[in-house]
C-alpha cells in the first residue's frame, strides 16, 4: 500500500509538471542523457547572439561548506527546472560533496534549499591516488533511454510532441489536424538524420519527485527533492568505500559503475532494481574508462569501455554481455551514443589519442572508423555529441583543445571529419546548448569559455570570475543557465539575470 502510495503521488506530480507547461529538458544525470551526449537540445534564451551580449553574465557563486578528498571535490549538479510545491516554484540544481554532503540549491535565489551528510569518519581510508573515498558518483534524477526530443520533455511512448487529425465516427476524442506544409525531397548527398520514434518507456514519469545518491557506504540513496528526506530506506548496491561513476537511473534500476578497485570492489558496471533490491554486475577485470562510466542506447543496452581495450554491450538490468570488441589499445572515455542514419554508433576515445567509431548494432565487428591519435591528449570525460540546424552531427572532443568533428559518408559508412579546433587549456569535456558549445580549462583558475558550434569562433569567456581549478566533474546546463563546480567547494552560475 506505501509504495502503491507513492507510486501515485510521483503520477501526480508529473501530471502538475505537464499541466504546468513545463516542457523543459531537465539535465538530470552526468552527460544530460542517458546517451552522455553533453546535449541540451534547445534554450530559452542561449543562442549565438544572445551570449554575446552584456546580459550573459556571471550570476553567482555559492560556497559549500565542505573540502575535497584527493582530487574529489563537487559533483556536478543534476537539475530540476519546474517544482510544485509548498513553497512556490522552485528551480533546484542538487549536487554532492566528497566528504559524504549532499545540496540543493534553489538556482533562481542563490540560495541553500536543503542539505544532508552522510559522513566520512574514521571508519572510511584516507584518501590516496586514484582512491579518493567519499562521494565519488554525480547524483541523478530518473532518466528514460529514449532520444530527447529537440523540444525537450521526453514523455511515455513517444520522442517528441504529438498530434492527431480528426478521427473517423466512433473512433474516440477529436483534435484539430495539424496543417503542415509539404516538406521538399532531400537531396542525395544532404546530412544523414535520425526520424526514429523511440519504442515505449515504461515509468517515465516514475520518480520525478526524487533525486539519487551513492554514499560512502556504497548504499543507493533516495531523496524527496523538495526537502532531501529519504523517499525509500537505504537501499544496499556497492561495496563500502568504491570508487563509484556515473550514476543513472532508468526504468526503475539504478546503475553505476566502479573502478581503481577502490575498497576493495571489483571494477565493473553494477545495476540494482529499486523495486526489489536485486543487484546484478558485470566484473570487467579492468578499470572501467571514463567518468561516466557507461551510457545506454535508445534501446536500453549499456556500453562501457575499459583500459585493456574492450568494449561491452550489455543488457538493461542483468547486464549480461550482448556483444564485445577487444581492441589493442586502452580506452579513456565511456562510448557515447551517436544517433545517426536512424542507427546508434558509438565514438569512444582511446589512450593514443584517437576517436574509434563504431556502429552499435555490429559491435563485434570492430571499428568502423577512427581519427588519428594525439598521444597523452584527452580528458576523462572527453566526448559530446549534437546535431545542428542544417542536420549535421557533430561530435565534440577535450583533446589539446576543443576538437570538432562532422559525421560524414565515406565508402559508404560514417566517418569523422576534422572541422575545428579552439585552443583551451587542458579543457574539461565540453557541452553543447543549442548551438553553443562551452567548454572550460582544466588548469589553474578556470576559465568558461562559450564558442559558435559549427566555426569554433569564440563568442564569450568568463575572464578572471572564476577563483579555483574546476571540479573534473564537467559542466552542467539548465534553460538559461550553465553551471561549474570547482575544487574549493563553490557552485558558479553564468547566465541571464532574472527578475526576482
Same mark, same amino acid.
Request: avoid cysteine; hydrophobic fraction near 35%; charged fraction near 30%.
Given at each position: 500500500m506505501r509504495r502503491a502510495w507513492r507510486s501515485s503521488v510521483a503520477y501526480v506530480a508529473g501530471a502538475l509538471l505537464l499541466t504546468a507547461g513545463a516542457a523543459a529538458q531537465d539535465w538530470t544525470t552526468l552527460g544530460n542523457d542517458a546517451q552522455r551526449s553533453g546535449w541540451m537540445r534547445s534554450s530559452p534564451k542561449i543562442s549565438i547572439q544572445s551570449v554575446q551580449t552584456p546580459d550573459f553574465q556571471m550570476l553567482w557563486r555559492h560556497d559549500l561548506d565542505t573540502e +575535497? $578528498?584527493?582530487?574529489s571535490s563537487l559533483t556536478a549538479p543534476v537539475l530540476l527546472d519546474f517544482l510544485i510545491s509548498h513553497k512556490g516554484f522552485r528551480s533546484l540544481a542538487f549536487l554532492g560533496a566528497a566528504d559524504g554532503s549532499v545540496f540543493a540549491i534553489d538556482t533562481d535565489l542563490d540560495r541553500r534549499e536543503w542539505s544532508r551528510h552522510f559522513g566520512v569518519g574514521e571508519q572510511y581510508p584516507a584518501p590516496k591516488p586514484g582512491c579518493p573515498g567519499g562521494m565519488t558518483a554525480s547524483l541523478s534524477r530518473p532518466t528514460v533511454a529514449a532520444l530527447p526530443s529537440l523540444g525537450g520533455f521526453t514523455g511515455p511512448r513517444r520522442r517528441s510532441p504529438g498530434f492527431s487529425g480528426v478521427g473517423d465516427p466512433n473512433a474516440g476524442a477529436v483534435t484539430l489536424k495539424k496543417d503542415e506544409p509539404a516538406r521538399p525531397s532531400r537531396p542525395a548527398d544532404a546530412p544523414k538524420r535520425s526520424t526514429r520514434v523511440? *519504442? +515505449?518507456q515504461g515509468r517515465v514519469l516514475r520518480g520525478l519527485s526524487v533525486v539519487y545518491a551513492v554514499t560512502p557506504d556504497g548504499k543507493l540513496r533516495t531523496m524527496l527533492v523538495s526537502n532531501g528526506y529519504d523517499h525509500e530506506p537505504p537501499m544496499p548496491f556497492l561495496p563500502a568505500n568504491a570508487k563509484a561513476v556515473g550514476l543513472m537511473v532508468v526504468d526503475g534500476v539504478a546503475y553505476a559503475a566502479t573502478t581503481g578497485g577502490c575498497g576493495g570492489a571489483p571494477d565493473g558496471v553494477w545495476a540494482v532494481d529499486t523495486e526489489t533490491g536485486k543487484v546484478s554486475s558485470w566484473k570487467s577485470g579492468a578499470a572501467v *574508462? %571514463? /567518468?561516466?562510466?557507461?551510457s545506454m542506447g535508445p534501446d536500453g543496452t549499456l556500453y562501457a569501455a575499459t583500459a585493456d581495450g $574492450?568494449?561491452? *554491450? /550489455?543488457?538493461a538490468k542483468t547486464l549480461k554481455i550482448k556483444a564485445e570488441?577487444? %581492441?589493442s589499445d586502452a580506452y579513456v572515455s565511456a562510448p557515447m551514443v551517436i544517433d545517426y542514419d536512424d542507427q546508434d554508433y558509438l565514438a569512444v576515445a582511446r589512450k593514443d589519442g584517437s576517436i574509434v567509431l563504431f556502429q552499435g548494432a555490429s559491435l563485434s565487428g570492430g571499428p568502423i572508423g577512427r581519427t588519428p591519435g594525439e598521444p597523452g591528449a584527452f580528458s576523462s570525460d572527453a566526448l559530446a555529441t549534437w546535431r545542428d540546424a542544417s542536420d549535421v552531427t557533430w561530435v565534440l572532443a577535450a583533446r589539446n583543445g576543443i576538437e570538432a568533428f562532422k559525421m560524414v559518408e565515406k565508402n559508404g559508412k560514417p566517418s569523422l571529419e576534422p572541422a575545428w579546433k579552439a585552443d583551451i587549456a587542458s579543457p574539461l569535456a565540453p557541452i553543447v546548448v543549442d548551438n553553443v558549445v562551452f567548454a572550460a580549462s582544466g588548469k589553474g583558475a578556470a576559465v568558461l569559455h562559450a /564558442?559558435? %558550434?559549427t566555426t569554433g569562433k569564440g563568442l564569450w569567456t568568463s575572464g578572471q570570475s572564476i577563483a579555483a581549478p574546476a571540479a573534473q566533474t564537467g559542466l552542467t546546463a539548465g534553460p538559461n543557465t550553465v553551471y561549474l563546480a570547482t575544487r574549493d567547494g563553490a557552485l558558479y552560475a553564468f547566465g541571464f539575470p532574472i527578475e526576482h
Open positions: +575535497p $578528498r584527493g582530487e523511440q *519504442a +515505449p *574508462a %571514463g /567518468l561516466d562510466g557507461f $574492450r568494449v561491452v *554491450a /550489455l543488457e570488441h577487444k %581492441g /564558442l559558435e %558550434g
